[in-house]
């Protein structure tokens, strides 16, 4: 996939974006294609040309539902539902992908449904909407870091959390380098209840660094204090951590300290 990040280096748009990811397009390759944004097909499509590359596009069109807190269920053509290892919306796109790149290399490298369904419940590793339960609340932490990371996030949460959606909380940082505007308008979606906080970085936002926004949400400078205040609340059942890589991977630390 394509999102706005980094573009300083690789352009101001998604187009611009997915021309510097091109370059990774060797004469007479396979491309594998995970994107339905229509910019973005168009400039894969004609560099596929340039280079009389192959062009194969991960389909849209693909079944999913939750199975319980921690799986989902996925199908993808021609497979049958694999159960994966993770509640997040986002990551039944890069299951389509994966499956699609074994279904094309099958002929020479012959995968099992069997294995595949034992790789697909593998730890998706720290970051990816892991989900923690602590004084009866669940606590999602998700490393995501940039506006594009965080719509990804928000769906996802829309999907998983459901009836209890509008009892969440969510605890943030971020980088001083990164669209604090656009990512605060995007979890809002979830949760007015935002504490802003900060972590052990130099690039790390302090309370200056959210003064625009100090208005509208709460600033907490230790984290584990901010928490803590939100474990306190009776009526809370959900608490997503979000932000930054680093930010939570400390909690991560944390909470299996605690």
């Known amino acids: 996939n394509v999102g706005l990040e980094h573009c300083d280096v690789l352009g ?21 294609l995970n994107s339905f944004d229509t910019d973005i097909d168009f400039v894969v499509t004609e560099e596929c040309k340039k280079n009389k590359a192959k062009l194969v596009k991960v389909a849209e069109f693909y079944d999913y539902d939750i199975v319980d807190l921690d799986h989902l269920n996925i199908q993808y053509f021609p497979f049958p539902k694999f159960n994966v290892n993770t509640t997040a919306l986002y990551n039944r796109e890069n299951v389509a992908c994966a499956l699609e790149v074994v279904n094309l290399l099958n002929n020479k490298f012959p995968c099992t449904n069997e294995n595949i369904q034992k790789g697909l419940l593998k730890d998706a590793g720290y970051g990816y909407f892991e989900l923690v339960k602590k004084n009866d609340k669940l606590i999602i932490l998700d490393k995501a870091n ?23 909380a969510i605890l943030f940082a971020v980088d001083y380098d990164k669209n604090l505007e656009k990512m605060l308008s995007t979890l809002s979606r979830i949760s007015h209840d935002i504490i802003l906080t900060t972590y052990d970085d130099e690039n790390s936002r302090d309370e200056t660094g959210f003064y625009l926004f100090l ?3 709460k600033f ?23 932000g930054n890589e680093k930010f939570v ?5 944390y909470l299996g300290e605690n």
């Not at 187009?15 to 594998?32: F, H, M, R, T």
């Not at 940039?146 to 969440?168: G, M, Q, R, V, Y």
């Not at 991977?249 to 630390?253: A, P, Q």
């Open 12 to 32: 101001k748009s998604a187009s611009e974006i997915a021309y510097s990811k091109c370059g990774i397009i060797k004469p007479d390759s396979l491309v594998v």
């Open 146 to 168: 940039n506006p594009f990371a965080i719509e990804k996030l928000c769906k996802s949460l829309e999907f998983s959390l459901e009836d209890t959606i509008e009892h969440s």
């Open 215 to 217: 208005e509208d949400y």
């Open 220 to 242: 907490i400078e230790n984290s584990k204090d901010a928490l803590a205040s939100l474990l306190e609340k009776e009526d809370l059942k959900n608490i997503i951590i979000t």
């Open 249 to 253: 991977k400390e909690f991560k630390t």
